[in-house]
């Protein structure tokens, strides 16, 4: 795979359907800006990197300042997690945010989409280079052992990414490069001085005034701020302040929750200065191009991977970029609140800068914490990766799953883990509810029709109950759990599947079916009831598949979930009479857990 023939070259994706190519002359060679559309390419019209469509007519509409693109829905779609620090270890926090990419990304493909999903590790940078000289390794060393537990964990933890891209990659490292050379000609960037305060921890520069206003002091780790000043290549963040506005202002879904938007609109208003994006005092990153004694700010050098894993740095000739530029604009980038600044405002600007097209959404959640604490080193109070892997052990990777999704902090409120609510969680939701209706109905078509569904329908006419009108009560619901999914509100997805699990024990409770079977005129009404519990919990399950693609799996081999797209699957008739089923138990009772993980000491 070999980079395009000028490494300035950025593949810029456009709804016009011809080709143009303009040619400029650029500190005396000739740069070639290729604005090229392929039929499969997500259209979009770029406006000084600002980029409406319209979701149905594909129509380009232009707000009065920037507008976010609206993906027609079957298009393709491109969901990403945050790339991890090599220099920590993974706990709660990075398993979540990818479980919780990884159910949006299952329900897109649910819906039938081309779906490219992308995790990986953030590998340069002071922290990696002082850590690795602690232990006398290679930064490199240090890099490859940890990333290789990250993608244990998104292994392990069922993650079905379909790239983990790490920075040390050449196509990242050289796709970076090309990609800020287009920013310095583009005057995007340029070398200028600094003078200020720096957050080693952090590796972030302040301005003195924010500096006083913090105290001089980190605000993540408290430590103090050291007195700075240093030659730097700066991005030109202040240019796009009004863009940057006008993105916030007129595209209220394009940061969620509501809550992270309102205190990026507040830091907008303070102004903005233009950021430093390269270093001197270490030699851990990549390089900048043309001068070698600056390395790459490692938040530039790590946003650039949502675009890098798609080789947009790349010219037309890669076959990553053939491979896999339609899925840019990315549908949803996906990670927690500390780091909403930067790809809120900071990556977009550099995508306005660069005349890329703007991701859709971007959605910061909250964090877990520990009773009422931030999990911190200093408190020792992680819910680290051992500890999360004896919950694992004991209730079921999709019970944790399933946990996680839904008393996770999916929107602005900070989430306890709780080892008391994992297990009232699981005994009430998954036990109790789910596992049991699913028991006692495959109990019942064993014991009165040996195993065989039977049909629903008596004299050529569905048999119905008193007040369930079947059909319509599971559309309500699956629609209900449709709209949550497209939101990313994963606990309302996943209670809209429970409430139809309620209503079949509801029904249950209501039609008595023990009652019928001891009645032999009603066969039929027997076999009508039988069937539309079982309809009902198959397509509660199809619902329930993205947060527990192995529990649903094993319905699937035993019911069956039904063939198609998730539309099709949660229409009321899937399940084909006739079908043999067996006693199904899928979540097995099980004791609780202390805090870490351990059986309690009785
Ligand atoms: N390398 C940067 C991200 C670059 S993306 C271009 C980074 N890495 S990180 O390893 O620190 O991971 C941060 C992310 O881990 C958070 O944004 C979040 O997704 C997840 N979490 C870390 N701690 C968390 C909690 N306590 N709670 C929930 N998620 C948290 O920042």
Redesign the pocket.
Known sequence: MALASATSRVMMLSRRTARARRATTVAGRTRTTAVTTTATAATATATRGCVARAATTRATTRGRGCAVAARASEGPTFVT?????VN?QP????V??STVADAYARYRRARGEDVFFLTGT?EHGLKVEQSAEKRGIEPQALADENSQKFRDVMTAYDISFDEFIRTTDDYHERQVRALVKVLQEKDAVYLGRFEGWYDEGQEEYYTESKAKELDYKSPISGKDMVRSSEENYYFRLSKFQKELEALHADNPDFLTPSARRNEMIGRLNEGLNDVPISRTNFKWGIPMPDDEKHVIYV?ID??M??ITAIGLGDGKDSIVYADRSKYWPASMH??????SW??SVIWPALLMALDLPLPQRVH??????REGR??SKSLGNFVDLACMDRFKEHYGLDAMRYYLAVEG?IGAQDANFSAERVQEIYSSDLVNTMGNSVSRTTAMINKYFDGEVRSEEANGARVTFDNWDWPARTSAHVQDALTAYDKLDLPRAAAAAKNIVMDVDLFITETEPFRMAKDESKSAELAACLYQCLEALRIAAVLLEPLMPNKMAEFDAGVGLGEGSIAQRTKWGGLKPGTKVEKLALFPRVEGLDENGHPVKT
């Open positions: 997690t945050p790339i991890y620090y920590d706990h709660i926090g990075h979540y945010t953030d938040w790590a946003l991977n949502y996906i990670m927690a609140k500390e780091i930067f790809h910061a959640h909250a964090f877990w914490i931030k999990m902090p």
